[in-house]
């Protein structure tokens, strides 16, 4: 499975950005997916995650009611839609695969990882 991230740029704060991860492989609508971040100097912390099915999601607490996941199985594509930025969310945005159902929250249970998109947001 082949994750590519895209989106990423700078923004002023209040301003928004979308994500997009495109997926590769054999049967990529079947793995549940997570967006996750790292910032300089801090551990990689959990954004958001989609269960396979699309029903369900879940997000981190910093960034519920501003971010929301989204996915496209017949496009092998997923989303992650940013508004109300703050120069907080300033990060390197990660899409993660994982062969789970549900909405893993820790990154120990993703098999897959892209290689980031850098979000910047100034204030």
């Known amino acids: 499975e082949q994750l590519v991230e895209s989106g990423g740029g700078l923004v002023q704060a209040g301003g928004s950005l979308r994500l997009s991860c495109a997926a590769s492989?054999?049967?990529?609508?079947?793995?549940?997916m997570g967006w996750f971040r790292q910032a300089p100097g801090k551990e990689r912390e959990f954004v958001a995650a989609?269960?396979?099915?699309?029903?369900?999601?879940y997000y981190a607490d910093s960034v519920k009611g501003r971010f929301t996941m989204s996915r496209d199985n017949a496009k092998n594509l997923v989303y992650l839609q940013m508004n109300s930025l703050k120069p907080e969310d300033t990060a390197v945005y990660y899409c993660a695969a994982a062969t789970l159902a549900g909405t893993p929250a820790s990154g120990y249970e993703y098999d897959y990882w892209g290689q980031g998109t850098q979000v910047t947001v100034s204030s």
């Open positions: 989609i269960s396979w099915s699309n029903s369900y999601t």
């Open positions: 492989g054999r049967t990529s609508s079947n793995y549940a």
